[in-house]
């Protein structure tokens, strides 16, 4: 099993950016943003696997960054343009398949989560 623990959230105002980090205790071929949103459900923002391909939902195109320090076990997610809309906590996961899609259920392994809230 591996160990994540996310960091970094905060309380910003809209057009702010954060940076969002997960340290992990293994690498697993694919490790992923996910996020919730109060009523809704967790929905994938972003992922990269071990050799550096990634993905992003098309709501975060373009406004975040997912990257990876493989020698410092830290997944980072770089948000910028922050919207209300992106309001949610945010979680890391890793899966240990190569196929690196951004569907929730495919990850077995998940952090706690840390807030981000983007206020008008």
């Known amino acids: 099993q591996v160990h994540l623990v996310e960091s970094g959230g905060a309380s910003v105002q809209a057009g702010g950016s954060l940076r969002l980090s997960c340290t992990y205790s293994?690498?697993?071929?694919?490790m992923g943003w996910f996020r919730q949103a109060p009523g809704k459900e967790r929905e994938g923002v972003a992922s990269?696997?071990?050799?550096?391909?990634?993905r992003h939902a098309d709501s975060v195109k373009d406004r975040f960054t997912i990257s990876q320090d493989n020698a410092e076990n830290t997944l980072y997610l770089q948000m910028n343009s922050l919207k209300p809309g992106d309001t949610a906590m945010y979680y890391c996961?890793?899966?240990?398949?190569?196929?690196?899609?951004?569907?929730?259920?495919?990850?077995?392994?998940w952090g706690q989560g840390t807030q981000v809230t983007v206020s008008s």
């Open positions: 996961a890793a899966r240990g398949d190569w196929f690196c899609a951004l569907s929730p259920p495919l990850y077995t392994d």
């Open positions: 293994d690498r697993r071929v694919c």
């Open positions: 990269i696997s071990r050799d550096g391909v990634a």
